[in-house]
T-cell receptor
């Protein structure tokens, strides 16, 4: 069964600190993996997309990694800001199947001063 | 329009009433997903439309839930005889294709409150 598991479920960090969010998946055959940021009351917004051949991709203070062998991805946030407080959702696309898109349940990040 | 539009943005309804939620995807997007997000919970898949193919309804939680996509564009999610546990934010997303190779865009959601 195609699944995406994210950890931790929630995280609280001090402003300025770094953090890493994890995503493990069993989706097969794999197409791509995206990290989304969802602010409270808003729809998710894409941060990065990674395909099978990509190991690392950065978007400002966000760096995503992908290990296609172990089927793991991480999202590293550097020098966190209060505005980083949001839910971060890992979404994996399958190349085929009735429902190609598989969502993780997200990690709720709270950055405090 | 430039993005995925959902309406209404907020809906308060009495238990037992029927509600209809609307999603207007980006023009030309063939794939459309409905999800819901209960307070403090992750996204729960409801239904997936891809072009003219039969929709994947495997995520619909009960037969009170149904969805249509007319003309391959606008979609409506209908909840009959609403219950309090139906209270959630209902999100719609669309993409050029099911795999989202060209990206998928989410609407801002409809916040449904059943009282």
């Amino acid at each position: 069964k195609n699944q995406v598991e994210q950890s931790p479920q929630s995280l609280i960090i001090l402003e300025g600190k770094n953090c890493t969010l994890q995503c493990n998946y069993t989706v097969s055959p794999f197409s791509n993996l995206r990290w989304y940021k969802q602010d409270t009351g808003r729809g998710p917004v894409s941060l990065t997309i990674m395909t099978f051949s990509e190991n690392t991709k950065s978007n400002g203070r966000y760096t995503a990694t992908l290990d296609a062998d172990t089927k793991q991805s991480s999202l590293h946030i550097t020098a966190s800001q209060l505005s980083d407080s949001a839910s971060y959702i890992c979404v994996v696309s399958a190349q085929s199947g009735n429902t190609p898109l598989v969502f993780g349940k997200g990690t709720r990040l709270s950055v405090i001063a | 329009g430039a993005g995925v539009s959902q309406s209404p943005s907020n809906k308060v309804t009495e238990k037992g009433k029927d509600v209809e939620l609307r999603c207007d995807p980006i023009s030309g997007h063939t794939a459309l997903y409905w999800y819901r997000q209960s307070l403090g919970q992750g996204l729960e898949f409801l239904i997936y439309f891809q072009g003219n193919s039969a929709p994947d309804k495997s995520g619909l939680p009960s037969d009170r839930f149904s969805a249509e996509r007319t003309g391959g564009s606008v979609s409506t999610l209908t909840i009959q005889r609403t219950q309090q546990e139906d209270s959630a934010v209902y999100l719609c997303a669309s993409s050029w294709d099911g795999q989202g190779a060209y990206g998928y865009t989410f609407g801002s959601g409809t916040r449904l409150t059943v009282v």
